[in-house]
């Protein structure tokens, strides 16, 4: 298919095009580098052995949107162009809905001048919020607690509007627990401008010396070492439930507007940490401190809908995922 991907530049995107283009999809990229590196770009190249076009530009701005569909053939959109920092949108909110949900309505509108009319969007598994048990399955409530998960919310609210309203309007929200590791390539990883916040990249800082500790946001939780447990996603797996979602896109009349994408496993912090230090020179230092505002103990995906209906699941191990990271981390 014709593919025209949003965010191309960034962790998942640029995941997403290397397999995307093996599998003989032709691309067109897009990105404003608002938080990723144009490096990337020759990476994706590498990695794939193929080309593809990419734009400098930003979903907002629409009269580039109308060059691009004007210029290229699309036949579905896959969006992850979005700021992402849970703790950055609480300060700046604002930011948020303008970049996320401004840019997200920008896009749907141009597609919908374009006559685009099939999207998968990067959603979250941070729309559940802090109140389920888990597995969270899809039914579960939606309870953003912060505004970057509320940016998830409203844009899956806007595409389920479109695809009742316009009944040849197709859109599949995949919402991702927590993508972790790297390409088999070790060409492309997760390699943000911005400071980490997330567990993985901190930890591999650690190990490298670039951070003395690591601070465990609370061991007081309900969990069998009191610290909080997450699901963690290998990127590979992450990205192969997109090839799926494409094709899925495409046959399924089923009336299924999201899809978790998580192993359906959880691990919790100090497990993570062991599996580092079962590898590591040096183990990771690490000092318990209060809880992080808005966590969770206990956040893992029911992941049955994407086994039934995308025929997908997760293959790559734990320590797969802190190998991979740390691989990729150390060549820094
Ligand atoms: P990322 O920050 O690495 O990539 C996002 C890319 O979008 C960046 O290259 C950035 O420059 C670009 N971008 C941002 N705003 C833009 C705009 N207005 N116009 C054009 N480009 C823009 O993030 P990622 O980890 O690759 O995440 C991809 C998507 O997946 C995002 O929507 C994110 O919210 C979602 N998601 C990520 C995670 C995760 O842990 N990585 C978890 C759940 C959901
Ligand atoms: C966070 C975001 C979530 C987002 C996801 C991927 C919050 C509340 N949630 O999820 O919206 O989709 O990242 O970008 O920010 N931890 C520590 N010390 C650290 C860092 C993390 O103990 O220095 C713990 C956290 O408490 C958590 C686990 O490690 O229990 C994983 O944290 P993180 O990688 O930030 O992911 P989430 O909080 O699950």
């Not at 929200?173 to 993985?200: A, D, M, Q, T």
């Not at 495409?250 to 100090?270: A, D, M, P, Q």
């Not at 497990?271 to 000092?287: A, M, T, W």
Request: aromatic letters at 10%.
């Amino acid at each position: 298919m014709n593919l025209l991907i949003t965010g191309g530049a960034g962790f998942i995107g640029s995941h997403f095009i290397v397999d995307a283009l093996k599998k003989n999809h032709s691309i067109v990229a897009l990105d404003n580098f608002s938080t990723s590196n144009k490096d990337i770009l020759v990476k994706i190249k590498e990695a794939s052995g193929k080309d593809f076009i990419f734009y400098e530009a930003d979903i907002s701005d629409k009269s580039k949107l109308r060059e691009i569909f004007s210029t290229n053939e699309i036949d579905l959109v896959v969006h992850f162009a979005s700021l992402k920092s849970v703790t950055e949108s609480v300060f700046n909110p604002i930011l948020y809905y303008r970049n996320n949900v401004g840019g997200s309505l920008i896009l749907l509108e141009t597609m919908q001048e374009m006559g685009v009319k099939k999207i998968i969007f990067s959603s979250s598994a941070s729309v559940y919020g802090s109140s389920h048990l888990s597995p969270i399955s899809e039914e579960c409530s939606l309870n953003p607690i912060s505004p970057y998960a509320q940016s998830k919310v409203i844009i899956e609210k806007i595409l389920n509007d479109m695809t009742t309203c316009k009944h040849d309007f197709k859109a599949l929200n995949l919402r991702y627990f927590n993508p972790v590791g790297c390409h088999e390539s070790f060409l492309i990883g997760e390699s943000s401008k911005k400071e980490p916040s997330n567990l993985f990249p901190i930890i591999c800082e650690i190990a490298n010396g670039k951070k003395s500790h690591l601070s465990i946001f609370g061991n007081d939780y309900d969990t069998h070492d009191g610290t909080p447990v997450r699901d963690y996603i290998h990127i590979s797996d992450l990205i192969s439930g997109h090839i799926s979602a494409i094709d899925w896109l495409n046959s399924s009349k089923k009336n299924i507007s999201s899809i978790n994408l998580g192993t359906g496993s959880g691990y919790s912090v100090l497990e993570i940490v062991n599996v580092f230090n079962s590898f590591l020179d040096r183990p990771i230092q690490y000092e318990y401190s209060p809880r992080r505002p808005g966590d969770s103990g206990i956040v893992f995906a029911n992941n049955s809908l994407a086994k039934s209906e995308l025929k997908w699941s997760s293959t790559q191990s734990l320590e797969k995922m802190c190998k991979d990271s740390w691989i990729w981390h150390s060549k820094d």
